[in-house]
């Protein structure tokens, strides 16, 4: 076991390669404890500095409105079932988005039963300002690390979100 300082100057103690193999354990349990920890505290992290990005934007109505500017609109089935989310959860963040004037709902041209959500001229802005200050947030994380770990990591995460659908981890509510 070693201490080291962690990405946002937090003290976590980490097991040493090898430590758990002469226990009982492998290195690659302690590995996946390690990863489910420390992406645990990134989640945190992310929810917490959504709120001081802006104060009316959680992490998941971001995310949302990054969905509906990506799909050019979509309907709110489509968000819970892309997310896998519970409807009525996708429709409470719906609802709170509409309120603050963030999106929108337009019929759906082919279809005038369906309803179709898209950003407001001032859900584009703000949204366009969270990324900004997203993206000047992970380079100033990431200023020191080498281009060789940058594009490893990105090739993980890569990795890892392809295969979100197919594990038990699928999310069930947005609220926590």
């Known amino acids: 076991m070693k201490t080291v300082e962690g990405p946002d100057e937090t003290v976590v103690t980490v097991e040493e390669p090898g430590a758990h193999g002469a226990h009982g354990g492998s290195d690659a349990e302690a590995a996946v404890e390690t990863i489910q920890r420390e992406m645990t505290a990134f ?20 995310t949302l409105l990054g969905h509906l500017e990506e799909s050019g609109g979509c309907r709110a089935t489509d968000l819970a079932t892309h997310y896998a989310l519970d409807k009525s959860t996708v429709s409470r963040q719906v609802a709170a988005l509409e309120r603050t004037g963030l999106i929108e709902r337009r019929l759906d041209p082919e279809d005038h039963r369906v309803q179709v959500l898209h950003l407001t001229r001032a859900g584009r802005r703000i949204l366009a300002q969270v990324t900004e200050s997203r993206r000047e947030a992970f380079h100033e994380r990431l200023a020191d690390w080498p281009k060789e770990d940058l594009e490893r990591f990105a090739a993980y995460l890569l990795r890892y979100n392809a295969a979100a659908g197919e594990g038990p981890l699928k999310e069930r509510s947005a609220d926590g």
Do not use: Q
Not at 45 to 61: D, I, N, Y
């Open 43 to 62: 989640a945190r992290r992310a929810r917490a500095s959504a709120g001081r990005m802006h104060p009316e934007l959680s992490l998941v109505s971001y």
